[in-house]
């Protein structure tokens, strides 16, 4: 696992890089508009199906837009498909996936409503050794802010139903656009109960 992340950190981190720097914060912000409805003006989602966008890294959102279109182009064969998503994304450029996720990347993220446990924490921050499931921590960091430059999102304060629905769809296979598969091997050593104590823990982090 620490060579497939390794190599991942590597490989992604110029591709990245570019991305983000390609975007218009002041473009984008034009361009949230279509947004708002589900995400908030601000990328701060009121609904808890929807994720916040706020205070996401840029590369990451430009990235999900990227594979939400892949998924629609390709009857979900790739890419990451949503019903709802697909349709949002069919008109947007690479340039406009840049510009929005320049926008919601200098948005703050609202804090989150939920309460983490112990064994949440424990589980996030220590992994189960015996189960080889690696710590959340290590690539989203003890505080859930995600490492930009290897393309792991920032978690904390997310929407526990939406963090629940992810882990559920890496679970069954479902959403597969993580790369060498790192979130679906984790997930589907993963219960019901886990997951729940997860959300909850990565919803909790500030």
């Given at each position: 696992?620490?060579?497939?992340?390794?190599?991942?950190?590597?490989?992604?981190?110029?591709?990245?890089?570019?991305?983000?720097?390609?975007?218009?914060v002041?473009?984008g912000?034009?361009?949230?508009?279509?947004?708002?409805?589900?995400?908030?003006?601000?990328?701060?989602?009121?609904i808890?199906?929807?994720?916040?966008?706020?205070?996401q890294?840029?590369?990451?959102?430009?990235?999900?837009l990227?594979?939400?279109?892949?998924g629609?182009t390709?009857a979900?064969?790739?890419?990451?498909?949503?019903?709802?998503?697909?349709?949002?994304?069919?008109?947007?450029?690479?340039?406009?996936?840049a510009?929005?996720?320049?926008?919601?990347?200098?948005?703050?993220?609202?804090?989150?409503?939920?309460k983490?446990?112990?064994?949440?924490h424990?589980?996030?921050?220590?992994?189960?050794?015996?189960?080889?499931?690696p710590?959340?921590?290590?690539?989203?960091?003890t505080?859930?802010?995600?490492?930009?430059?290897?393309?792991?999102?920032?978690?904390?304060?997310?929407?526990?139903?939406?963090l629940?629905?992810?882990?559920v769809?890496?679970?069954?296979?479902s959403?597969?656009?993580?790369?060498?598969?790192?979130?679906?091997n984790?997930?589907?050593?993963?219960s019901?109960?886990?997951i729940?104590?997860?959300?909850?823990?990565?919803?909790?982090?500030?």
């Amino acid at each position: 696992m620490n060579k497939i992340l390794l190599s991942l950190l590597l490989t992604l981190s110029a591709l990245n890089v570019a991305i983000a720097a390609q975007g218009n914060v002041e473009t984008g912000k034009a361009k949230s508009a279509m947004c708002a409805a589900c995400h908030g003006g601000d990328g701060n989602s009121l609904i808890p199906m929807y994720p916040k966008l706020a205070g996401q890294s840029a590369n990451y959102i430009a990235k999900q837009l990227a594979d939400f279109k892949k998924g629609a182009t390709s009857a979900g064969k790739e890419g990451r498909a949503d019903p709802i998503m697909a349709g949002m994304v069919m008109a947007l450029s690479e340039q406009d996936m840049a510009d929005l996720g320049a926008y919601y990347a200098t948005q703050t993220r609202s804090a989150g409503a939920s309460k983490g446990d112990a064994s949440g924490h424990a589980l996030y921050v220590g992994g189960d050794v015996e189960r080889k499931i690696p710590a959340c921590a290590g690539c989203h960091g003890t505080s859930g802010k995600g490492m930009a430059a290897a393309g792991f999102p920032s978690l904390a304060a997310q929407q526990t139903v939406y963090l629940k629905n992810q882990l559920v769809k890496f679970r069954s296979g479902s959403r597969a656009n993580d790369k060498n598969a790192i979130m679906r091997n984790i997930a589907t050593e993963l219960s019901d109960s886990e997951i729940d104590a997860l959300a909850q823990q990565i919803s909790s982090l500030k």
